[in-house]
């Protein structure tokens, strides 16, 4: 491999977390799709544990997940930042970590909650472009911000 083509991989696998993120955040079922591989795999870790306490495989399974977003949060940002990937033909592994904000609205104001990440991926090369093939989602931890209504916010 020539150092231009490492490089053009590292800018796709970057782009490829990035593309993950504004699928989420849009909730758009087919960009969401188009990052996984055919046969990906997403494994959901809480704080410290050692098992996931949800897998989701293939696009079939995988399809849900931009729907539950928006049914769950009124809006979401993802921003994905330290992407360290090591790559090895048509397969590499990484990681990169992300501050998610979920916000949910509500009528005495709403909650902002972050949650912080590390995804650990294997990917893999698929019809010529990259997909993430294995993503383990790891929650660090949790914080909370509550926002006060207008209502609230000018009687305050």
Known sequence: MTRIDELADRSELAELAFRYASAVDARDREAFLAVFHPEGRLSTFAPG????????AGHEELAWIPVAMSERFD?????????????????????????ARHLI????????????????????????????????????????????????????
């Open 49 to 56: 544990a050692e098992e996931p306490f949800a897998v989701q």
């Open 105 to 156: 609205v509500n009528p005495m104001g709403g909650m902002d909650l972050m949650v912080l990440i590390r995804y650990e991926d294997l990917y893999r090369r698929n019809e010529g472009r990259w997909r993430i093939l294995d993503r383990e989602i790891h929650f660090l931890w949790t914080e909370t911000y509550s926002t006060l209504s207008a209502e609230q916010s000018v009687m305050a």
């Open 75 to 99: 809006a979401t940002m993802h921003v994905m930042t330290n992407h360290l990937v090591e790559i090895a033909g048509d397969e590499a592994n990484g990681s990169v970590y992300c501050s």
